[in-house]
C-alpha cells in the first residue's frame, strides 16, 4: 500500500506545478462547453488527463473514477482484488480562476468498496494530508488527530454545498451550546480541504450537503483515521446527500 500511496504523491507533486505556473496566467485557462452546456476547464481537464495516462501506465490492471471524466474501466480481464482510485483533479478551480489562491488535487483508493488509501494535496503552500486504513492520518508527515479547539476559543464550523440557510443553522446549534455567529461559519470552496481542515482541528464541526463523492472520499478517509466522527446520508453512488464531521473528543 505504501507503494501505491508513494507513486501517488509523486504524481499529485507533478501536477502541482502544473497548477502553480498557471496561478499567475488565468488569462491562459480555456473554458468551453459540451452539448449540454457543461463547462469544460482546460487546466483540469489537463490535470485529470495527465493523472489517469499515469495510473492507467503504472496500474492497468485498476479502474479510475474520475469527476472530471467518470468510469475508466480496466480493459484487462478481472482479478481477485479490484482497486479503483478515485480522483478530483482540481477541487476548488472557481477559488482559482477568481484569484483565491485555495484548491487541492485529492486522490483515493478503494479496494473493492473499501477506502483503503487517501491524499489531499494543496499545491499552493505544498501541504499534503494522508491516510491509510488502520494506519492513522498524517499532515507533511506528522501524526494528524482531530483535537476540539482552544476552550477560550469560538467554535468554528466549515461548510459546502448548497445548503438551505435554515437547515444549516439547525443542524449546527443542535451540535453548540453557544448562539452561533456568522463570523464562525467559513467556506472556502473546497470540499476537500474543508475536510482536511476538521481532521486537523482548524475547524470545530463541518457540514455539507449534496457532495460529489470523488471530491469526498479521500477527506473521509483522513477524517476517519484521525478519529472524527463522520456521519453520512447518500443520496447515489456518486452523490453524498449529507455529510457532519465533529471531533469525537469536542463536547460542546
Same mark, same amino acid.
Given at each position: #500500500?505504501?507503494?501505491?500511496?508513494?507513486?501517488?504523491? #509523486?504524481?499529485? $507533486?507533478?501536477?502541482?506545478?502544473?497548477?502553480? /505556473?498557471?496561478?499567475?496566467?488565468?488569462? =491562459?485557462?480555456?473554458?468551453?462547453?459540451?452539448? %449540454?452546456?457543461?463547462?469544460?476547464?482546460?487546466?483540469?481537464?489537463?490535470?485529470?488527463?495527465?493523472?489517469?495516462?499515469?495510473?492507467?501506465?503504472? @496500474?492497468?490492471?485498476?479502474?479510475?473514477?474520475?469527476?472530471? %471524466?467518470? #468510469?475508466?474501466?480496466?480493459?484487462?480481464?478481472?482479478?481477485?482484488? /479490484?482497486?479503483?482510485?478515485?480522483?478530483?483533479?482540481?477541487?476548488?478551480?472557481?477559488?482559482? !480562476?477568481?484569484?483565491?489562491?485555495? &484548491?487541492?488535487?485529492?486522490?483515493?483508493?478503494?479496494h473493492d468498496r473499501e477506502c483503503v488509501m487517501g491524499i489531499i494535496y494543496e499545491?499552493?503552500?505544498?501541504?499534503? @494530508?494522508?491516510? #491509510?486504513?488502520?494506519?492513522?492520518?498524517?499532515?507533511?508527515? $506528522?501524526?494528524?488527530?482531530? =483535537?476540539?479547539?482552544?476552550?477560550?476559543?469560538?467554535?468554528?464550523?466549515?461548510? @459546502?454545498?448548497?445548503?438551505?440557510?435554515?437547515? !444549516?443553522?439547525?443542524?449546527? /446549534?443542535? =451540535?453548540?451550546?453557544?448562539?452561533?455567529?456568522?463570523?464562525?461559519?467559513?467556506?472556502?470552496?473546497?470540499?476537500?480541504?474543508?475536510?482536511?481542515?476538521?481532521? %486537523?482541528? %482548524?475547524?470545530?464541526?463541518?457540514?455539507?450537503?449534496?457532495?460529489?463523492? &470523488?471530491s469526498a472520499a479521500a477527506g473521509i478517509l483522513i477524517l476517519n483515521e484521525a478519529?472524527?466522527?463522520?456521519?453520512?446520508?447518500?443520496?447515489t453512488d456518486l452523490i453524498i446527500a449529507k455529510l457532519s464531521s465533529t471531533n469525537?473528543?469536542?463536547?460542546?
Amino acid at each position: #500500500m505504501k507503494a501505491f500511496q508513494n507513486a501517488a504523491l #509523486m504524481q499529485l $507533486r507533478q501536477e502541482g506545478k502544473t497548477v502553480l /505556473q498557471n496561478v499567475d496566467r488565468i488569462d =491562459r485557462i480555456k473554458i468551453t462547453k459540451d452539448d %449540454s452546456g457543461k463547462k469544460h476547464n482546460s487546466l483540469v481537464k489537463h490535470i485529470d488527463e495527465s493523472i489517469i495516462s499515469r495510473l492507467q501506465e503504472l @496500474y492497468p490492471e485498476h479502474h479510475i473514477l474520475s469527476r472530471q %471524466s467518470g #468510469m475508466h474501466k480496466s480493459t484487462l480481464p478481472i482479478i481477485e482484488e /479490484q482497486y479503483t482510485w478515485v480522483i478530483d483533479p482540481l477541487d476548488g478551480i472557481d477559488n482559482l !480562476m477568481a484569484g483565491i489562491p485555495v &484548491c487541492a488535487i485529492s486522490i483515493a483508493l478503494y479496494h473493492d468498496r473499501e477506502c483503503v488509501m487517501g491524499i489531499i494535496y494543496e499545491p499552493i503552500t505544498d501541504n499534503v @494530508y494522508t491516510a #491509510m486504513l488502520g494506519q492513522g492520518a498524517f499532515f507533511d508527515g $506528522r501524526i494528524l488527530r482531530s =483535537r476540539p479547539i482552544h476552550p477560550d476559543n469560538e467554535a468554528l464550523i466549515g461548510i @459546502y454545498g448548497e445548503i438551505p440557510y435554515s437547515e !444549516m443553522a439547525t443542524s449546527l /446549534q443542535e =451540535r453548540s451550546k453557544q448562539p452561533l455567529l456568522c463570523n464562525q461559519i467559513r467556506n472556502i470552496g473546497c470540499l476537500s480541504l474543508s475536510l482536511a481542515y476538521q481532521a %486537523s482541528g %482548524s475547524f470545530d464541526y463541518f457540514y455539507g450537503r449534496d457532495l460529489h463523492f &470523488c471530491s469526498a472520499a479521500a477527506g473521509i478517509l483522513i477524517l476517519n483515521e484521525a478519529k472524527a466522527t463522520v456521519k453520512q446520508e447518500k443520496k447515489t453512488d456518486l452523490i453524498i446527500a449529507k455529510l457532519s464531521s465533529t471531533n469525537a473528543k469536542n463536547k460542546r
